[in-house]
């Protein structure tokens, strides 16, 4: 497994090796969605994802 940051509070989120540019995946601590934005080695970069509506579920 890949590893990120996120970038709202910190949490390590585990990443499937395999993961794109523009994939989204979610914070296990604090939920928000993330978009990857850099694959670089064993780390990935991901910003927050700017959803409209509030259809989240679990
Ligand atoms: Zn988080």
Request: proline letters at 3%.
């Amino acid at each position: 497994m890949k590893k990120a940051y996120c970038p709202e509070c910190g949490a390590k989120v585990e990443v499937e090796d395999d993961v794109i540019v523009g994939e989204i995946v979610s914070c296990p601590d604090c939920g928000l969605e993330l978009e990857v934005t850099e694959v670089e080695g064993e780390t990935v970069k991901v910003k927050v994802l700017q959803v409209s509506g509030e259809d989240w579920g679990e």
